[in-house]
């Protein structure tokens, strides 16, 4: 990639209400911040062309990107689930720019949702049980 300082910028950011929440979904948690971030960053979700996530721990999805950007409103051109631990929301940014600077998409949502209190289906933890909602 060529020099790319000062081509691209984050527009907006959303967080979710954080806390003991009995009602909400990692869907749910996924959607809430979208919807906080294009507030954030006046637009709507047509306008954008791209999404960025993480798969929930416990169900595991096809392209759970494309699940969640179509629940979001929004029609991808680009979206791919990534997970790297710690340096996932780093590596959704990094990723949005390398999208947007090879023409896949203009516009970028990078979400990053837990519903932390569902088990976790790593080895020696409970095996997964379908969809947590």
Same mark, same amino acid.
């Given at each position: 990639?060529?020099?790319? *300082?000062?081509?691209?910028?984050?527009?907006?950011?959303?967080?979710?209400?954080?806390?003991?929440?009995?009602?909400?979904?990692?869907? *749910?948690?996924?959607?809430?911040?979208?919807?906080?971030?294009?507030?954030?960053?006046?637009?709507?979700? *047509?306008?954008?062309?791209?999404?960025?996530?993480?798969?929930?721990?416990?169900? *595991?999805?096809?392209?759970?990107?494309?699940?969640?950007?179509?629940?979001?409103?929004?029609?991808?051109?680009?979206?791919?689930?990534?997970?790297?631990?710690?340096?996932?929301?780093?590596?959704?940014?990094?990723?949005?720019?390398?999208?947007?600077?090879?023409?896949?998409?203009?516009?970028?949502?990078?979400?990053?949702?837990?519903?932390?209190?569902?088990?976790?289906?790593?080895?020696?933890?409970?095996?997964?049980?379908?969809?947590?909602?």
């Amino acid at each position: 990639m060529a020099n790319i *300082s000062g081509k691209y910028c984050i527009m907006g950011i959303g967080e979710t209400v954080v806390g003991k929440r009995p009602d909400a979904t990692t869907n *749910s948690l996924h959607l809430e911040a979208i919807k906080a971030c294009l507030d954030d960053a006046a637009i709507k979700n *047509s306008q954008v062309d791209g999404l960025l996530t993480n798969q929930p721990l416990n169900d *595991s999805h096809r392209s759970y990107a494309v699940k969640l950007a179509h629940m979001a409103g929004i029609n991808p051109l680009f979206a791919t689930d990534l997970a790297l631990g710690g340096a996932t929301p780093i590596a959704m940014v990094q990723h949005a720019v390398m999208a947007i600077n090879a023409g896949m998409a203009t516009t970028v949502v990078c979400v990053h949702a837990r519903k932390r209190s569902t088990a976790d289906p790593t080895p020696g933890h409970p095996i997964r049980r379908g969809d947590e909602h």
